[in-house]
């Protein structure tokens, strides 16, 4: 294969697109497109980003701001933690706008992720959300299919195809050159958008960016750089196999539609019909049977705090609770919250598994549809998938767990047995608690999960390229 | 023209790939059906549950953690009323937002605010990938079908050199390309109105006004798509430029334009739900540090039953729940408005998006099945009538101090029946004259092109 062959076809491709106005109109709107979803989406995004800060400051100040209190009422007063969005979410919205933004945080129990934006939406939110990431994965094939489609059977409509190969020009320099040709007309199309985008990313990452800004950024153009590259060479390829630009743009179409429009909608409907996961008021009864196995740490009379009651007894040689050095209702209250944090977290890990087992169909469908593929990727790279919504409500608990048991501690070594009803700790307990801050998962992190999505994206880029590689041009 | 139906009718069904695109259609139509009636089901044999299961629950720490002579007022502290939301059988065709709020709340007489947001449980990929409903298939794939079987109609004859045959029969052009449009609509409105019909049967609605509403939007609907198609048809470009400018036309409609509408459209209201939850609590747990008599007097004036409770220098149960009474008032205005920008917002997108056919036929469906927002809004109202009703009922005995036998205790939620919520859905008339008036307009419009291509020619 000659190199300055593959670079003439290339140009000449290039040269052609340029000079048809509807690949230029097309592609002038999609540039305007991808540049218009970027400013919106971030504009939106920042809009998110700022209430959920404003709204977790808010709840910090009302949290300092408590008077002297029983440290079990400030427990009960409890915390909210709201999920910081990741900057990347301006690229690709993931599922953010579907998962809860705040967990109310307080004793005994655990809340659900509420006020996700879904719920405050209208019904124009199911139609899909205008993002660079929906624009490059979406309607750049579309783009892509349209200028490929064409490419040798134009020359071959033309009679210019047999002048190409007496010249012994090579099918594979043919086929190679107009997917570098086609590659690069796109390339100049997204490729300003796309380094604003970077900088964008990398200078107003907001208060607490993604660790690895800038390496997140690279993965993301070298997999869409894949994902479009997949694209490029099927269409050429199907140009080369069709016996009419109109029968391969229909093939290619057909294609589109079922990675991009059947097969997302599908398998995550399957995935949950082959793995059904319990309904809430189904899961609150299975996790009440085992939370009141354990003592009520309201209740330090409790028969299950009994063994705990009598080691302490004996260990400070005491015969009644009231002559204990510690408070005996607080170590109710921490043994209480013990038993049902860890029941409720055996639950919940269930539940995780039973989603994971439904969304592993999506995942795994990255294999058989590219679209998959980039789609987990980019997600799981942006930080805004279903793993990094899972992360958010783990890092509430461990926090809310932490707060509660700091509380019970006070409530066992600062308030008195006997003057439990009526003794208040002062304020001054509970100003240097930690505020909740949502630590951003790191890079290999998000890379954990989406094995099969990089393999998917690898696949099909490998499969497109040998069947370029290898493809006969017919003259 | 009947000769000229039956030979394009004889050449759709001869064509094997029209007959595979009718096929794959009528396939995912009745996959659609059966996706519906499916998750509808299951919704149904949870609710069917809701009581027992909510009773079960409350019950588990009656018996564990309460013994004989214990107060109603601490009992009250766990008892949960159900309230079931129990959409109706057309929901199975058009699931719209329901899969997003929740199908059943359980309320305590606590604070409202601090229950009406609790979200169900659910995997947000899924959230995100959406329903594959019957409404799905009619907005979106069958518009896709249709323009796969008919973007080649006029270019395909010039491609294969059977243009100047045509023309040389007595059948202007445009008739011609017209019946073919015709018959490609006929055989789609067929298939669809049996998907409709096989739908409304089997998911066990009626088959009354609704159905002959929802039969009209669909007609309406692919008219629409009828027209456009032959409108750029009669462009008269190349097969592939046709059909590239039809999935354009198509992404533009479905994708492009809603999400647009979305950003402009729906702005987020100015308050949000968690602010209403925060100033709940930060207003109820403010009682703590205040004397009984103060929150007292406050919530006395909120709501006469508190009249006969007298506060006394001991924490009591009555005085608690005043605290949430008092929490929950604070808030009430800022909820209302809350749900009233919510209302305006679906009404703006609903009046902007009838220039879209999709997303207006998409909301005609929802309403027709009441699964959109207006439901959830009234699902709303109806939480809150119930948690009040619950309370009020409770409220004199709480106040008295009463005490009940550990057996009175399982079964004080016989007190109350569930509160099932049916939403009540509408009949969109202005919306199908708004999409049948569009669609006049375009059938002008592809009418006057489909004249010209044959004087162009």
């Known amino acids: ?475 | 023209m009947t000769t000229l139906l039956r030979f394009e009718i004889r050449r759709l069904i001869a064509a094997r790939t029209h007959v595979a695109v009718l096929t794959i259609l009528a396939i995912a139509g009745a996959a659609s059906i059966v996706y519906g009636t499916t998750a509808m089901r299951a919704r149904g044999a949870v609710l069917d549950h809701i009581s027992e299961w909510t009773r079960a629950g409350d019950n588990l720490y009656f018996e564990t953690r309460f013994k004989d002579g214990d107060e109603l007022g601490r009992a009250a502290y766990y008892l949960r009323r159900p309230v079931p939301h129990r959409s109706a059988p057309l929901s199975a065709l058009a699931l719209g937002q329901l899969d997003l709020h929740p199908y059943f709340l359980a309320v305590r007489i606590r604070g409202l605010y601090g229950q009406l947001f609790d979200s169900d449980l659910g995997n947000p990929l899924k959230a995100l990938a959406g329903n594959f409903d019957l409404s799905f298939v009619i907005v979106f794939l069958v518009p896709l079908a249709f323009i796969g079987m008919s973007f080649n109609l006029l270019s395909r004859e010039r491609e294969s050199g059977s243009l100047c045959l045509v023309r040389a029969s007595p059948t202007p052009l445009g008739r011609f390309l017209a019946a073919g449009l015709a018959v490609r609509l006929l055989f789609l409105l067929g298939l669809s109105g049996v998907l409709v019909v096989a739908g409304f049967l089997l998911s066990g609605a009626d088959l009354d006004a609704r159905c002959a509403l929802w039969l009209g939007f669909t007609a309406v609907y692919l008219t629409f798509w009828c027209a456009l198609i032959g409108w750029v048809v009669s462009w008269d470009r190349s097969s592939a430029l046709t059909a590239v400018m039809l999935v354009g036309c198509w992404l533009a409609l479905t994708v492009i334009g809603p999400a647009a509408l979305n950003v402009g459209g729906a702005a987020q209201p100015d308050t949000n739900g968690a602010l209403i939850a925060i100033g709940q609590r930060q207003a109820m747990n403010a009682g703590w540090d205040r004397p009984a008599a103060e929150t007292h007097r406050d919530a006395a004036r909120l709501n006469p039953l508190w009249e006969s409770y007298r506060p006394g220098a001991e924490p009591a149960w009555a005085g608690y729940f005043e605290m949430h009474e008092v929490g929950d008032a604070a808030v009430e205005a800022e909820a209302r408005d809350y749900f009233e920008t919510l209302r305006r917002q679906g009404e703006r997108v609903e009046t902007i998006s009838s220039l879209l056919p999709p997303v207006a036929t998409q909301l005609a469906y929802d309403r027709l099945a009441g699964t959109d927002m207006e439901s959830h809004l009234e699902y709303f109202s109806f939480v809150a009538h119930a948690h009040r009703d619950m309370k009020n009922a409770l409220l004199p005995d709480i106040i008295r101090g009463r005490k009940l036998t550990k057996a009175e205790l399982l079964t004080c939620a016989d007190r109350f029946a569930e509160a099932v919520f049916t939403p009540s859905p509408g009949l969109p008339l202005k919306s199908l004259a708004t999409q049948a008036l569009i669609t006049l307009l375009l059938l002008a419009l592809a009418a006057r092109g489909l004249r010209r291509v044959e004087q162009a020619l």
């Open chain 1, 1 to 475: 294969m000659r190199a300055e062959i593959v670079a003439l076809v290339a140009r000449k491709e290039l040269t052609l697109a340029w000079r048809e106005r509807t690949i230029r109109g097309l592609g002038i709107v999609l540039g305007l497109l991808l540049a218009a979803s970027l400013a919106v989406s971030w504009q939106s995004q920042r809009a998110a980003r700022d209430v959920s800060t404003r709204l977790q400051s808010m709840a910090e100040e009302q949290w300092r701001a408590q008077p002297d209190r029983h440290p079990h009422r400030v427990a009960h007063f409890g915390s909210f933690a709201f999920r910081d969005r990741s900057a990347l979410g301006a690229f690709d919205i993931g599922v953010d706008s579907f998962a809860g933004n705040a967990i109310y945080l307080e004793a005994h129990v655990q809340n659900s992720a509420n006020f996700a934006q879904a719920r405050e939406a209208t019904a124009l939110l199911r139609f899909g959300q205008l993002t660079p990431a929906f624009v490059l994965q979406v309607l750049v094939p579309l783009l892509i299919i349209f200028m490929g489609c064409a490419a040798v059977t134009r020359e071959r409509e033309c009679g210019t195809l047999p002048i190409l190969v007496v010249q012994l020009v090579s099918s594979r320099e043919i086929l190679l050159g107009k997917a570098v040709g086609i590659a690069t007309a796109i390339g100049l199309l997204l490729l300003p958008t796309c380094a604003v985008t970077a900088l964008l990313l990398h200078f107003l990452a907001g208060p607490t960016p993604a660790p690895h800004a800038l390496l997140r950024v690279a993965l993301l153009v070298v997999a869409y750089t894949l994902y479009l590259a997949t694209w490029i060479l099927l269409g050429v390829w199907a140009s080369n196999r069709a016996r009419t630009t109109a029968q391969a743009l229909l093939g290619l179409l057909g294609v589109w539609m079922v990675c991009v429009v059947f097969a997302p909608k599908l398998l995550p409907s399957l995935g949950e019909w082959l793995h059904p996961s319990p309904s809430r008021p189904e899961f609150e009864l299975r996790l009440s049977e085992e939370v009141v196995k354990g003592g009520h740490g309201h209740n330090p009379g409790d028969p299950q705090f009994e063994a705990a009651k009598r080691a302490l007894l004996k260990k400070h040689g005491v015969a009644k609770v009231d002559d204990l050095p510690v408070n005996f209702k607080g170590i109710a209250m921490k043994l209480g919250e013990e038993h049902s944090a860890a029941t409720y977290q055996r639950h919940y890990w269930a539940l995780q598994r039973i989603y994971q087992a439904q969304n592993r169909l999506s995942e795994w469908g990255a294999l058989l549809d590219p679209f998959l593929g980039i789609r987990g990727f980019s997600m799981a790279v942006s930080g805004t998938d279903y793993h990094h919504f899972a992360d958010f409500e783990r890092q509430a608990e461990a926090h809310r767990y932490a707060f509660i048991q700091k509380l019970n501690e006070m409530h066992i070594h600062e308030v008195g047995f006997r003057t439990d009803g009526d003794q208040r700790l002062s304020r001054d307990h509970w100003q240097a608690f930690p505020p909740f801050v949502y630590r951003h998962p790191s890079v290999p992190w998000a890379l954990v999960h989406i094995g099969p999505a990089v393999a998917g994206l690898l696949i099909w880029f490998g499969v497109a390229l040998a069947a370029c590689w290898r493809a006969e041009v017919r003259a």
